[in-house]
């Protein structure tokens, strides 16, 4: 059965260095999208993808974070200058386009920033 | 502003109980529910997507209903199971496609 996939599965940096996140979503589907989720709070939206340009995005996704699908497979999220709150699982998501579709998750990068 | 609330933020109960979670919305425009489980430092896991026009569904031992008018899902979990200790999260699909997530109700099936 297909999956998104999302490497590493734990990223630690320094604060300050610049992190990319990677997610291959499932192949046939057209909105991807990013959510973290901070050590026992809420999952959090940050962004949505779709047509290669950013549909919708939170206040969370602010200047330092950006988006990019490089090829027909990858979704990438970078975090330009990290900070110690930055430190959350990030979790990728995809789905075949409509509100009424499942969005289908990949297994999280944890990210530390030390 | 959607806001979406789990209760209870736990629960525990013996191996082969009937039980109910409880999540509910305040903004009755959604386009779906979801329901999903995280077992811990692990990922998301859809269990159920219920569409608006619907009023449940069912997978196995889970049913999952959800009432627009009154802001309401329940995921009702069959003769419980070690198994199905896990935090159980609900997620509603807003106007703009993102997903707007309650903080989970963690369970504990006792054997």
């Known amino acids: 059965e297909p999956e998104v996939t999302q490497t590493p599965s734990h990223q630690v940096t320094q604060m300050g260095q610049e992190v990319i996140l990677r997610c291959v979503p499932i192949?046939?589907?057209?909105?991807f999208y990013w959510y973290r989720q901070i050590l026992g709070q809420k999952v959090e939206f940050l962004v949505s993808?779709?047509?290669?340009?950013?549909?919708?995005k939170s206040e969370i996704f602010d200047d330092q974070f950006s988006v990019e699908r490089p090829d027909g497979s990858n979704f990438t999220l970078k975090i330009r200058s990290t900070k110690l709150e930055d430190s959350a699982m990030y979790f990728c998501?995809?789905?075949?386009?409509?509100?009424?579709?499942?969005?289908?998750f990949g297994p999280g990068t944890r990210l530390t920033v030390l | 502003k959607q806001e979406v609330t789990q209760i209870p933020a736990a629960l525990s109960v013996p191996e082969g109980e009937n039980l109910v979670l409880n999540c509910s919305f305040t903004?009755?425009?959604?386009?779906?529910l979801q329901w999903f489980r995280q077992d811990p430092g692990k990922g998301l896991t859809s269990l159920l997507l219920?569409?608006?026009s619907q009023r449940e569904q069912t997978s196995g031992r889970l049913n999952a209903s959800l009432d627009k008018s009154s802001g309401r899902s329940t995921l009702y979990i069959a003769a419980s199971q070690p198994g199905d200790s896990a935090t159980y999260l609900c997620?509603?699909?807003?106007?703009?496609?993102?997903?707007?997530w309650g903080a989970g109700t963690k369970l504990i099936i006792k054997p």
């Open positions: 993808f779709y047509n290669n340009e950013i549909s919708e």
């Open positions: 192949s046939n589907h057209l909105y």
């Open positions: 998501a995809s789905n075949l386009g409509t509100a009424t579709d499942t969005q289908y």
């Open positions: 903004d009755s425009a959604i386009y779906n």
């Open positions: 997620a509603g699909t807003g106007s703009n496609y993102q997903l707007i």
């Open positions: 219920i569409q608006s």
